[in-house]
Nanobody, 115 residues
Framework: QVQLVESGGGLVQAGGSLRLSCAASGSFSGINVMGWYRQAPGKQRELVAA???????IYAESVKGRFTISRDNAKNTVYLQMNSLKPEDTAVYYC?????????WGQGTQVTVSS
């Protein structure tokens, strides 16, 4: 059974920073991609950033230059460093791991940016 444990969400003022972490554990096949999605109230879940194994990272246009995704493959952990946060970044952030054995989601962590 695969588990994704997220941490690092919270409340921050506009212009501030947060760092999200997601640690994957359990029995799964090779990881193809690790990434972050977010879902704001009344909106669809959207890709924030993704780190495909061996390929260039991908960012949503709205976060380019402000967010940075990174991976620690030895720990099966993915991070999202979020700088210059804006109120429109407020959402529940979900970790996602795609592997040969399946696609897995974290439980979500709330990020709230006050103006």
């Amino acid at each position: 059974q695969v588990q994704l444990v997220e941490s690092g969400g919270g409340l921050v003022q506009a212009g501030g920073s947060l760092r999200l972490s997601c640690a994957a554990s359990g029995s799964f096949s090779g990881i193809n991609v690790m990434g972050w999605y977010r879902q704001a109230p009344g909106k669809q879940r959207e890709l924030v950033a993704a780190s495909p194994s061996g390929l260039r990272t991908i960012y949503a246009e709205s976060v380019k230059g402000r967010f940075t995704i990174s991976r620690d493959n030895a720990k099966n952990t993915v991070y999202l460093q979020m700088n210059s946060l804006k109120p429109e970044d407020t959402a529940v952030y979900y970790c996602n791991v795609g592997s040969y054995g399946g696609n897995y989601w974290g439980q979500g962590t709330q990020v709230t940016v006050s103006s």
